[in-house]
Nanobody
Framework: QVQLVESGGGLVQAGGSLRLSCAAS????????MGWFRQAPGKERELVAA????????YDADSVKGRFTISRDNAKNTVYLQMDRLKPEDTAVYYC???????????????WGQGTQVTVSS
């Protein structure tokens, strides 16, 4: 199994930046496609971005393209989400996720972190 723990959320002003981190367990970390999801109150959980073990982006949501950047450091067993030019509509709980295989809105992850709150004020 894979254990995922997010950190780095908080309250920021519109136009600001945050970097989320996800610490992953296990020696098989590099075998998994990693991703970030988010869920706002009353909304479905949404895939934001995904990345392969080699660092290739496999998915970027249109709503965040050009503002958010996913990356991973396999040596540190860590996945990041750099969020720039944040907007109030980015407010949500952000979840780190892992899947052994392709990840997409149609292929949900097998493992989830506990989530970290991101709030963007207007």
């Amino acid at each position: 199994q894979v254990q995922l723990v997010e950190s780095g959320g908080g309250l920021v002003q519109a136009g600001g930046s945050l970097r989320l981190s996800c610490a992953a367990s296990g020696r098989t970390f590099s075998s998994y496609v990693m991703g970030w999801f988010r869920q706002a109150p009353g909304k479905e959980r949404e895939l934001v971005a995904a990345i392969t073990w080699s660092g290739a982006r496999t998915y970027d949501a249109d709503s965040v393209k050009g503002r958010f950047t996913i990356s991973r450091d396999n040596a540190k067993n860590t996945v990041y989400l750099q969020m720039d030019r944040l907007k109030p509509e980015d407010t949500a709980v952000y979840y780190c996720a892992a899947r052994l295989g392709n990840m997409s809105p149609q292929r949900p992850p097998e493992y989830w972190g506990q989530g970290t709150q991101v709030t963007v004020s207007s």
